[in-house]
């Protein structure tokens, strides 16, 4: 078995579905020891012996004990009080070597009988729910794949015995279930919500219909959506009851939430309100892809509190060309903000070529849930129906942004100056990262913030706050932390100005001027007055430089290469790649230039040509930023050496990049030597044969950030053998689509899902 069950005699009390259905998938999955089962129906008993479930049972339950490892409660809630009874009368707590679990859907009530039978909370029960079930019942509807690929929720007390969860865990994973852990009042409000609600509202949904005097033509004519939804209606209204029942604070609170907003949405039909109800329908469609897919790819943590997660490995092989003509994605920058800006204009605006990733999806369903009514994305083609400045509502709940840095930073100071309280949170890399350079700055305009330990994520920006305008002198350059100031500016009172040490992209100053918001600049400084008023534009999103920047160095390193970027944003601010590449010798040509609302744009032609080692501009420096894991592997591969310094920034990416670049060249054995601020990258050696290999293969670990995972794939392109590059789920979060085109125009990859 791939988790084995060491348990030698098992004890299912309750065989029904989801006990039958246990025994089912331990079987299948090879368990030896001996399978026992409790159940006052004898026919049920009988049935699972005749079916090779179970050896034996009874449905006396003192007659089963003796030599039983682990029991199993399978009983309905409210019948778990009466077992829990019968088994503290025959001393089970007092037995070190047994292990008694159940898999109840509420919680709360389970504890509170197991304290009330055994006087405390044994230090051997460990409380369950799998997340799995049907409408069928009875143990003849055991199913040995009901788990599979379902979640089991346990949720131990401080005092359970570890080994205890271990024993439990290690059944469900037998089952083919994925374990996880959470807290019992967590527990109970989460499937409230998720489990409970739905069941309570389908039930009503099919009694109501069956009660009209025309029940024979409305079921009659019952499309497959009322099926879908009604499928549950058909499950076991006792134990539904009693779930209800032992339930019943949490569910309540879910249904009045439910109710709240049936109330608001019943209200935009009477009113004819379409800008209403298109939020409330639009805000759930994407609602519900967005979390699905994000809770698919393993990159979310959203109500389950995931302890154990899937890992995506890329594998890439060397050699070949880079050839063809393609368009990267949308620029991530500019989706972010021409959805923020779309979001707080009067008027609906178009926006074209959005990046479809994780990120800029994350900031699309945070808008949705404060109320702007948001059509697409649709083939990059997205529709904003703006609120204004002041027209936000507060959202129900804390504002998840993914692994998006950029969208935190520029929602601190978008947020700053709301009426209402608002919580932004992220995945765990971004839990990492520094917002102290946004929250002070915004301190000082008399922005209320609350940051976790080392002014990390989660922030927590109190609503009603005056802000005033500021002078500020960024104390590193940062494109992010003058965006979110400016943002700021807008609700603040006079003037806001802020110096940058040196320049950063400047895609929130243009876009706020294409808005009709007047930005003013003079050298490195730009201000902006407050209580002015966005105007809706059109947006064209340029493809993104940070991502065409993998395959112009694909390009630039292998022999052979020749390739077109199509539209790729050219923002003077944002082409410290392209002037790095052209100092270390690439061949690289700037064709049809032109400006796209405010952004200059163009199709970049790179051919390969040999790559020599320069010491990197400092002026440069924060013009490439995004750009340097790429630009290490053209280091990797260019004759010499390249020299990085006054580059620390990049130690809170969303990785520490300079070590996680460091640590995979040491893997493929690319000499180098780390700096606090930059790093020498030693390249091939002076009349090394351009056309082999540079450096040799083996396995990295991205740490989880995209760029990283990305840069590698580029680099087993000139390696001695394939590169294994470890958790690269996040690349969609910048990129969707990177492997498919990367195979387009030449490069060998995969991916592949293990286990972490």
């Not at 489990?195 to 009694?207: C, E, G, I, K």
């Not at 305008?469 to 940062?478: H, N």
């Amino acid at each position: 078995m791939a988790h084995e069950v060491r348990e030698s005699r098992l004890l299912i009390v309750g065989l029904g579905l989801i006990g039958g259905s246990l025994a089912a998938a331990l079987r299948d999955a090879g368990f030896e020891g001996e399978i026992l089962a409790c159940d006052p129906d004898a026919d049920e008993i009988a049935r699972g012996v005749e079916m090779g479930l179970i050896e034996r049972g009874d449905t006396r339950l003192a007659t089963l004990l003796d030599g039983v490892s682990m029991i199993v409660l399978a009983v309905p809630v409210l019948a778990m009080r009466e077992v829990l009874e019968a088994l503290a009368e025959q001393g089970v707590a007092d037995d070190p070597s047994l292990v008694i679990t159940d898999v109840g859907s509420t919680k709360g009530a389970i504890r509170e009988a197991a304290e009330a039978a055994f006087g405390r909370l044994p230090v051997n029960l460990v409380l369950g729910h799998p997340i799995a079930g049907s409408e069928k019942s009875g143990v003849a509807a055991s199913d040995s794949h009901l788990y599979v690929g379902h979640k089991v929720i346990l949720t131990p007390a401080t005092t359970t015995a570890p080994s205890a969860v271990a024993r439990v865990r290690a059944l469900w994973q037998a089952a083919g279930a994925e374990v996880l852990e959470m807290e019992v009042e967590r527990h109970d409000q989460v499937l409230a919500r998720t489990s409970h609600l739905p069941h309570l509202l389908a039930f009503s949904l099919v009694d109501t219909l069956a009660r009209q005097d025309d029940r024979l033509e409305i079921f009659r004519y019952a499309a497959g959506g009322f099926r879908d939804f009604t499928r549950i209606a058909g499950s076991d209204p006792v134990m539904w009851r009693d779930i209800f029942a032992a339930n019943q604070q949490a569910v309540l609170a879910a249904l009045d939430d439910f109710e709240a907003g049936l109330a608001r949405l019943r209200q935009a039909v009477a009113d004819g309100d379409a800008d209403a109800m298109l939020s409330t329908f639009d805000r759930a469609s994407h609602a519900r892809r967005y979390f699905d897919s994000l809770l698919n790819q393993s990159s979310y943590q959203a109500e389950y509190q995931m302890q154990e997660q899937a890992t995506l490995r890329y594998r890439a092989g060397p050699g070949g060309e880079v050839r063809g003509r393609i368009r990267v994605p949308g620029d991530k920058s500019v989706s972010h903000r021409a959805i923020m800006l779309g979001a707080l204009a009067e008027g609906v605006t178009e926006v074209s070529g959005f990046l479809e990733g994780e990120d800029s999806l994350a900031t699309l369903q945070a808008f949705r849930e404060m109320g702007v009514a948001i059509e697409g994305p649709h083939q990059g083609r997205v529709t904003i129906h703006g609120v204004g400045l002041h027209g936000l509502k507060a959202p129900s709940g804390p504002l998840y942004v993914g692994n998006a840095g950029t969208a935190m930073r520029l929602f601190a100071g978008l947020l700053a100056g709301q009426a209402f309280d608002t919580e932004l949170t992220g995945d765990v890399s971004l839990t990492k990262r520094p917002m102290g350079r946004v929250a002070d700055p915004l301190r000082e305009m008399g922005a209320v913030i609350e940051t976790a330990e080392g002014g990390r994520p989660p922030l927590n920006l109190r609503g009603g706050q005056a802000l005033q305008g500021i002078t500020y002198d960024m104390p590193m350059a940062s494109a992010q932390v003058k965006s979110c100031l400016l943002l700021a500016g807008l609700y603040a009172e006079g003037e806001t100005r802020v110096r940058e040490p040196a320049p950063t992209r400047d895609h929130t100053e243009r876009m706020l001027g294409g808005f009709g918001y007047r930005v003013e600049r003079e050298g490195d400084t730009c201000w902006l007055e407050g209580g002015g008023r966005l105007s809706a534009a059109p947006i064209d999103v340029p493809s993104d430089i940070s991502s065409a920047t993998f395959f112009l160095v694909a390009a630039a390193i292998t022999p052979g290469s020749d390739l077109v970027l199509e539209h790729v944003g050219v923002n003077p601010t944002r082409i410290g790649v392209i002037n790095i590449l052209k100092l270390m010798g690439a061949d690289l040509r700037l064709e049809n230039e032109r400006e796209v609302g405010g952004e200059p744009v163009a199709d970049l032609h790179i051919r390969h040509a040999p790559l020599k080692g320069i010491d990197i501009p400092v002026d440069q420096v924060p013009l490439a930023i995004d750009e340097f894991p790429a630009l290490f592997v053209a280091a990797a591969n260019a004759e010499g050496v390249t020299r990085l310094r006054d580059a620390a920034e990049l130690r809170v990416k969303e990785s520490d990049r300079l070590q996680a670049m460091a640590d995979g060249f040491a893997v493929l054995g690319v000499e180098h030597r780390l700096y606090d601020d930059g790093i020498d990258i030693v390249g091939r050696r002076e009349g090394q044969d351009d056309e082999g290999p540079s450096y040799g293969g083996g396995r990295v670990d991205s740490l989880g950030d995209h760029r990283i995972a990305m840069a590698f794939a580029v680099a087993a392109l000139r390696a001695s053998d394939a590169v294994a590059i470890d958790d690269c789920a996040n690349v969609a979060t910048s990129f969707p689509g990177f492997i498919e085109l990367a195979r387009r125009v030449g490069l060998t990859i995969e991916a592949q899902q293990e286990d972490a």
